[in-house]
């Protein structure tokens, strides 16, 4: 019997949001959260560099998905995300650092995987 859809979505999206945060690191970003969570929802990822702290939402999609992953970040799902960066941050006093808002978009195919990270996205 094969796992549900909703266990192998979750699975990849796991998947991707380790791929990410690997992927930040090698470009010279420090994880300062994986998967934050709060009564407001969850942030992905929050990475930094020197001049930023960056709220990362992570899409990924496997095989040849119709649309690109990027586009399922909605007009609603950037205003979620850039209350719960504002959450962040005043949960976090001393990161003065100034906040972005990207979105790292992943296409999985066949053990081969694509990721675009898309700085300032919203």
């Known amino acids: 019997m094969s796992e549900p859809r909703s266990t192998r979505q979750r699975a990849l999206g796991v998947r991707g949001e380790a791929l990410a ?3 930040l690191e090698q470009q010279g970003y420090r994880v300062l959260e994986r998967n ?3 009564a407001l929802g969850e942030l992905d990822l929050v990475v ?8 990362v939402e992570v899409k990924t999609r ?10 399922s970040v909605t007009r609603r ?4 995300v850039r209350q719960l960066g504002e959450h962040y941050l005043t949960q976090h006093p001393a990161l ?11 296409t999985a195919d066949g053990g081969t995987e694509k990721i675009e990270h898309l700085p300032n996205a919203f």
């Open 36 to 38: 934050y969570r709060c």
């Open 21 to 23: 945060a690997t992927y």
């Open 62 to 71: 496997q095989g040849q998905a119709a649309l690109h992953p990027s586009l």
């Open 48 to 55: 930094a560099d020197a001049a930023y702290v960056v709220f």
């Open 77 to 80: 799902k950037q205003a979620k």
């Open 96 to 106: 003065t650092l100034q906040p972005r808002f990207d979105v790292v978009a992943i």
